[in-house]
């Protein structure tokens, strides 16, 4: 017989099948080359990115932007954002009976910004000069009104931005959950007859008022910003006191913006166009 046996089985078969048993699972057991390659290349690529990444953050937390979440804010990368500013009012002033048509405009957790100019004469000394406020429909100030009116007709805007009526104080009135009108501390002496600029971020809890870019006064609520209907607008001075004091560029977002960002914007050099 050509074949050696051992412990009863042929050698020599055994041995060639026991190779080509091994040679196939060996085969089957290794991934191919190229998808190891592959997942090699894109794991070193991953570090990269990710270190690049770090650097940029702390580039642009500490030295100039990097990334844009905002438009305008200065930054070279724009990342997508649900926040978009809406503008209304660029080349003429607010008037008393149309109303700022923003879309996606909620109770609180947005900001609000607009230049005022302020003749400097006044209708009347008890009327509110009022700059701005937010109402299903147009509301309007009779001669006779005083400061109670902003608990009366204006008793369901959650926010109300007006002038004294006797000097240049700016003050800021909001409803809270409990129906009590809070008014912020005033901003005294602001700009006569010179474009100014007023940024309002409204959050749930408190309000952030700047002038000129500058943070002048933050008032809390504790009870939480009052929740009005969907459809409610903004609207500019009625028009019993429109004539003398004006607004105009009135910008929406419906995110709070952060303090680098209304500074940015608060700082902008204001046109004089839309007022003379």
């Not at 409204?202 to 002038?211: A, G, Q």
Request: glycine share 4%; aromatic share 14%; charged share 15%.
């Amino acid at each position: 017989m050509p074949l050696d046996y051992y412990c009863g089985y042929p050698c020599a078969v055994n041995i060639k099948c026991h190779h080509s048993y091994r040679k196939d699972m060996s085969s089957l057991g290794q991934p191919p080359s190229l998808l190891m390659t592959f997942i090699k290349y894109s794991f070193y690529t991953s570090v990269v990115l990710f270190v690049l990444f770090g650097i940029l953050l702390i580039l642009h937390f500490t030295f100039f932007d990097i990334f844009s979440f905002v438009t305008g804010d200065n930054g070279l990368i724009p990342i997508p954002s649900p926040s978009t500013a809406q503008t209304m009012f660029t080349t003429a002033t607010a008037t008393s009976d149309i109303s700022c048509n923003f879309t996606n405009v909620t109770s609180d957790s947005y900001t609000i910004m607009f230049d005022v100019y302020m003749k400097g004469d006044f209708y009347t000394t008890n009327i509110p000069r009022i700059l701005l406020y937010r109402s299903d429909v147009p509301l309007t100030l009779k001669s006779t009104d005083t400061l109670d009116v902003l608990t009366t007709t204006f008793n369901n805007s959650n926010i109300i931005i007006y002038l004294d009526p006797t000097t240049n104080d700016l003050y800021v009135s909001v409803l809270d959950t409990t129906n009590n009108r809070i008014r912020s501390e005033p901003i005294t002496n602001v700009p006569l007859r010179t474009p100014f600029r007023i940024i309002v971020v409204f959050s749930h809890t408190f309000i952030e008022i700047y002038l000129a870019g500058d943070l002048i006064k933050v008032m809390p609520f504790s009870a939480g910003a009052a929740t009005i209907a969907n459809k409610t607008y903004f609207f500019g001075p009625p028009s019993l006191v429109n004539q003398s004091n004006k607004i105009a560029r009135i910008t929406y977002w419906n995110s709070e913006l952060t303090s680098k960002v209304v500074r940015m914007f608060g700082k902008q050099v204001i046109t004089t166009s839309p007022f003379y």
